[in-house]
């Protein structure tokens, strides 16, 4: 009983993570058809977190796909700036 609270509870909290980025910074944000989320900063640059919740580093360049088809290439790799977003509550800011 305990081992399946502790797995919802990872869940809830793996769910929400996407939610967790401060959206002020960024412009859009693009969930992929491998379940990853593409972020866009208002500066065109972007990040991307993979669909357990962990920040990735991505070459610049790479295609991916949207969940709609859709095709972005990657420009950037601002992993510190979606790192921060993510992780700024885990510092004690």
Known sequence: MLT???AAA???LIATSALAVD???VDKS???KDGSTVYIFKDGKMAME???GQVVSMKDGHAMETKDGKKIMMKGNEIWR???A???DHRGN
């Open 86 to 88: 993510l992780h700024r």
């Open 10 to 12: 990872a869940s809830v």
């Open 82 to 84: 979606l790192e921060q």
């Open 50 to 52: 993979n669909k357990l």
């Open 4 to 6: 399946k609270i502790a």
């Open 23 to 25: 959206q002020g910074n």
């Open 30 to 32: 693009y969930e992929l």
